[in-house]
């Protein structure tokens, strides 16, 4: 049964500017720092080189590893499970061949997005602040639609992702905790820094966790 205290810090990746082990130094580092799940997001490379990737990570770290959208590579690599966006695979497709065990995300920005996270492990809220990581991310929403769209999602927990830095992750969590926001999902913020350990500690000490 999946644990909403992994949703605490979800350190997200950015790029392979440090190649496959410099990816995997960084990982190590968050999770030291305190990130409790790591999602590789890979945008555009080889579906081989994502599924090393994920294999890697999986060897490498002790806190469950996603594949962002690739239900197929994260099955292969031996990965925890998958985070879907409203264009993938609905869950219920994921969940019927991947099994109860495998853990699944779904992105939530606004009420449409809602039904369609039915089944989910946990929704993926936002982008709370805006954020130029992900292009077609949409407008930022704000702490209080966060919460609101959190309820709409119970009892599925939440967890407030696009734009959080330490400096405002204690603010998400005092205004989105009680509504089943779980925790923050970060990229630049862990991935992005010189020392993703203290990134990462940062951001849990700011949380309170």
Request: hydrophobic share 55%; net charge negative; glycine share 12%.
């Amino acid at each position: 049964m999946f644990d909403p205290a992994a949703l605490t810090l979800l350190a997200i990746t950015d790029d392979l500017r440090d190649g496959l082990d410099g990816l995997v130094a960084r990982a190590e580092r968050a999770v030291a720092g305190g990130a409790t799940m790591v999602q590789l997001r890979l945008k555009g490379i080889d579906a081989r080189l994502e599924a090393e990737a994920a294999r890697r990570l999986v060897a490498a770290v002790a806190v469950p590893i996603l594949v962002n959208d690739r239900a197929d590579i994260a099955l292969a690599a031996g990965a925890a499970g998958v985070h879907l966006g409203a264009d993938d695979l609905p869950v219920s497709v994921v969940r019927r061949f991947a099994g109860d065990d495998f853990i699944i995300g779904a992105s939530v920005g606004d009420d449409r997005e809602v039904p369609l996270a039915a089944g989910a492990d946990y929704v993926g809220i936002g982008p709370v602040f805006g954020t130029p990581t992900k292009a077609d991310a949409g407008a930022a929403i704000g702490i209080g639609e966060l919460a609101r769209l959190a309820r709409a999602c119970a009892p599925i927990p939440a967890v407030a992702i696009g734009g959080i830095t330490a400096g405002q992750a204690g603010a998400v969590m005092a205004g989105a905790r009680a509504a089943g926001v779980h925790g923050v999902a970060v990229v630049r913020a862990v991935f992005g820094a010189a020392a993703p350990d203290e990134a990462a500690r940062a951001i849990r000490l700011a949380m309170g966790t």
